[in-house]
């Protein structure tokens, strides 16, 4: 192994510089080498994008490569502050080293290549790079050195050597694995290239077809693991995911705003990110339901409401139908279109690709009387104005009728069908008078699900070709049905923790929320090692898992550093302050997590002391210290977190023990804990 070489400062200029700084000199040599490269590289391609438009062929086609072009310069984008590549791999000349026998690769965050198109730095997910996270003493994989470098705002300061085919392997002993993982983090949330352990590195280098399930303990990384694995896919399989797109699914904004510059730093530009309520924002919220009720609406149950409702719009009586056609008198029996609509009813399609299929049989069969007697094919226009004959519009409105998603709800909730619900749970979601219109229709958050729900019956979703959803123990059914629709013909990362569950519907059995999700089948893998939270902090919020009714393996953390502090106070608003001050006395961020109430109050002292904060979903500002609500704090990480008043969050929510085991896995470095109200029994002691 090579120490550090930051330890090893060559101080007199009279002294021959040694060989661990020579070796140093090289790499920081190579760093700045691959720095221009990489300039050059987007030079490259922003002299491309100004004169694509010179040499396509038409507008399409240089609209097309206008965007692949703002695309790769997006791409290209260099952060001083981020290093290039962060481990080198040397290849031994073992049978293992196959084809790169003797060859040496730095493995970084994208590909660099040199003007000759030599690569400089190897991206991570290439397949050779995988050697840098599962190479071992017992299994080197070809590999003689593996590499770690340490950086300092964007500067190479030192490396560690691991001789793997000596049987030399530093694990977590690492100083500079475990300094990368323990960094103070101001911001949002970074990548974890240089720290990925082999076990989260199976899950992001599972196959694009495979759909997982992550049931993930605080600080196992899950998040990261998700989100590396759609930036491994969309390297692996780029065109076809270009296409079909990539989806993230978060709990809330300010969580998306938390993670939102990982994959751009990964040179990931392209991907969908969006809640639930994003993407299924149909018509506007203007009421709000009991919790009762939307526990009716988030209920699988729904979903046989609706399709039975609207199942009951098809029949009624059909008669023979006669179409004039100038001089021409085209007839249909009524046996025959029985059958017509008896056959696409058996096909099961989506309600209104029915109707249309019903449209074209019907004018498939005046097609053909008319070729029978005129000996010739007619054209699109008379297909068309056959299509829309009032004799055809009449018969499709009489068997078939058009129903649009916000009509079908509305049928349901002015007078909720008996049969699937209970008579208690009909009147909870019914609506207390009929909306004039469906204009001015009172929406609530839950009925868009009820809305999606319904357009999924009537027409078909364009699906992604890989969705990650993370917080997904807070789906319900109906949600999970939305994403299902829109990962029909994708694979899906489900990503969360049964223990963190805080909505009404919360999920207590993954495999549940993946059959409503359509992926019955997927692997649940747990982790439960973890990087980020303290050991202390961890043992601390493990006391509420006995009584929060989920069997999920207990975290353990690998951090033995950090500091937990509970503190009975008479001033919540000064004691939290003055916390707040010590805090910042540290490197990184400062997070004031309280019940949603207590916030503007805590807001208001930390201004009053000359602390300037902020709100979780304020992107814009530098401030170190933010103030969150409870209610939005999953998720997100800060390197100290100050928890005022338990009780109070426990006491708002009927699953409040479950968002205080939320609350108190936040910190990264530092908790403290304050109250005035007794803490929570399990945790007294």
Known sequence: MTLPADHLVNTDATEPASDLET???GERAHLTASRA???RMRDRAEALFSTGGNVAGDAYTAETLGRTLARRVAELADDPDTPLFFGRLDFGSSPAAEDHAGHRYHVGRRHVTD????PMVLDWRAPVSRAFYRASAREPQGIAVRRRFGFAAGLLTS?????????????TASRILTAEIERPRVGPMRDIVATIQPEQDELVRADLDVSICVQGAPGTGKTAVGLHRAAYLLYLHRERL?????LVVGPNRAFLSYISAVLPALGEVEVEQATVDD???AVRVRAEDSTAAATVKHDARMAAVLATALDAHIGGDVEPMTVPDGSYRWRIGAEVLRRLVDDVRAENLPYGTARERIRARVVSLLQRQSEARRGDSPNDAWLRRMGKAKQVTDFLDQVWPAVTPEALVAEILIDPPAGVLTDDERELIRWPAAPRSLKSAKWTTAD?????????LIERRPSFGHVVVDEAQDLSAMQARAIARRSEHGSITLLGDLAQGTAPWAAADWRETLRHLGKPDAEVVPLTIGFRVPAAVVAFANRLLPVLAVDVPAARSLRNDGGLTIEAVTDLEAAMVDEVRAALSYDGSVGVIAADTAVDGLRAALTKAGIENATADDVESEARVTVVPASVVKGLEYDHVVVVEPAAIVEAEPRGLHRLYVVLTRAVSRLAVLHTAPLPAVLRD
Request: hydrophobic share 40%; net charge negative; aromatic share 2%.
């Open 159 to 171: 490396f560690e050597d691991e001789h793997l085919d000596r049987g030399e392997e530093l694990g």
């Open 242 to 246: 270009r296409r079909s797109g990539v």
């Open 23 to 25: 070796d140093l000199d």
């Open 115 to 118: 003007d000759d198109g030599e």
């Open 279 to 281: 993407l299924i924002a």
């Open 448 to 456: 868009l699900v009820l809305v999606d729900e319904a357009a999924g």
């Open 37 to 39: 490269a990489l300039r």
